[in-house]
């Protein structure tokens, strides 16, 4: 394939994953961000890098490819990534039911974890609360990263080892493929453009966006203080009710039976799609999350309402040395209700992008590596 010019519109995850890849191949790239620096959905996100969240095939595929990808980046870039795995605690019978029941098939579906007792839940993670314990399921192919810190070094490092340009504050109104004008009225021209917008499904192809089914869904994040003395929690830590979250625990015959007892007991946890997950980045700090409002629920004010929840389920399941938060946000990211990616073709050469399952740092390495070894 020729070197190509190459547009990318959006500076998170996505566009720097499409952007990285396409350099790799010695195409020539520009990155258009509106903002003067990434404030999107990729700098406000756990930092999980979550392969086991992905339902077995293709979509798990992907994410071990990106998780390959983090690796290669980390060592070149010297951005932190944290190969830490993860454990799903179990607490309720049910919980344990279903862990149990995607363990019985995760060889056969090419999934590497293991069930663990409640001793050895403890000797990976001094974190979990040994009251009512049960096990928990450990996952080594989760890595942790810290997303502002990554997301705004990636382009002083692409700009700095290849043909990467970054223009920011600049809001690209208008492509064809072969060119792209900001909303200033400057022109650039380029063989090909990669749409990267995240939730924006306002400012580019409106009329593409309307009618796929795509939502927004805002999240509800905290952060704590460093913890103390180097205290480290291990694993990323999620919950039973996480169990309820992510897809690939919908093989399990036992999953309606977690759902049903969570929607009698606490129905404001999925009134608010309240599940509970923990990670800690390399400053120390533990980010605790999240919730799910979509579209019309979503307001730009935060509820204290959320937060309580969200640190109510936390304190039941894991226990830390110092729980004084730091910061409270919220992001929001575009969400399909079965599929993980939005790719679009609107015009010959413009290509839209969008990860749409929550797990845009797990996925947009590999899927932009897909498209360029596809492209290429
Ligand atoms: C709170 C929260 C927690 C999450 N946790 C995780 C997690 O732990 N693991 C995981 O895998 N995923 C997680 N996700 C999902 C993940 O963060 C997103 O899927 C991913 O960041 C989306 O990346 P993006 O590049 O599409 O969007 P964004 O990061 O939102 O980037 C899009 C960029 O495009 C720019 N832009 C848009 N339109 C234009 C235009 N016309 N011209 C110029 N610039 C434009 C925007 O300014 C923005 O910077 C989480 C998301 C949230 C919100």
């Given at each position: 394939m020729p070197h190509l010019n190459i547009g990318v519109v959006g500076a998170g995850i996505v566009g720097l994953a499409h952007a990285w890849s396409a350099a790799e191949?010695?195409?020539?790239?520009?990155?258009?961000?509106?903002?003067?620096?990434?404030?999107?959905?990729?700098?406000?996100?756990?930092?999980?890098?979550?392969?086991?969240g992905q339902p077995a095939g293709s979509a798990h595929?992907?994410?071990l490819l990106s998780r390959e990808r983090w690796l290669k980046l980390a060592g070149q870039a010297k951005i932190w990534a944290s190969p830490c795995g993860s454990i799903h605690l179990a607490h309720r019978p049910d919980e344990w039911d279903v862990l149990k029941e995607f363990q019985a098939v995760a060889a056969e579906i090419g999934v590497d974890c293991t069930l663990l007792d409640p001793a050895q839940v403890l000797e990976k993670t001094s974190a979990a609360n040994p009251a009512r314990l049960?096990?928990?399921?450990?996952?080594?192919?989760?890595l942790c990263v810290n997303p502002p810190a990554a997301i705004r070094a990636l382009p002083g490092w692409l700009s700095s080892m290849f043909?990467?340009?970054?223009?920011?504050?600049?809001t690209i109104t208008e492509t064809d493929g072969n060119s792209a004008q900001s909303a200033s009225g400057r022109r650039w021209n380029f063989d090909r453009v990669i749409v990267c917008g995240g939730a924006d499904f306002e400012t580019l192809f409106p009329e593409l966006f309307a009618n796929v089914g795509l939502k927004r869904c805002k999240l509800q994040m905290i952060k704590t203080v460093p913890q103390p003395?180097?205290?480290?929690?291990?694993?990323?830590?999620?919950?039973?009710?996480t169990i309820r979250h992510y897809r690939n625990f919908e093989i399990c015959p036992s999953l309606p039976v977690l759902k049903q007892r969570v929607a009698n007991e606490s129905p404001e946890l999925d009134q608010f799609g309240i599940h509970v997950m923990a990670s800690q980045n390399d400053e120390g700090c533990v980010i605790l999350g999240d919730s799910h409002e979509y579209d019309q629920q979503i307001e730009p004010f935060d509820k204290q309402l959320i937060d309580e929840l969200i640190l109510r389920e936390l304190r039941s399941i894991i226990q830390l040395p110092d729980w004084t938060i730091q910061e409270h946000w919220h992001g929001i990211y575009a969400k399909h209700p079965s599929e993980p990616i939005f790719a679009a073709q609107p015009l010959p050469n413009v290509f839209v992008r969008t990860c749409t399952g929550g797990s845009g740092m797990t996925m947009s390495f590999g899927l932009a590596e897909q498209d360029w070894e596809q492209w290429s």
């Open positions: 191949r010695g195409h020539k790239v520009t990155v258009f961000e509106r903002s003067a620096m990434a404030s999107g959905a990729s700098i406000r996100n756990f930092g999980m890098v979550w392969p086991i595929h992907t994410a049960l096990g928990g399921l450990f996952s080594p192919t989760e043909d990467v340009r970054f223009e920011f504050q600049t003395n180097g205290w480290r929690i291990g694993p990323h830590l999620a919950s039973g009710l």
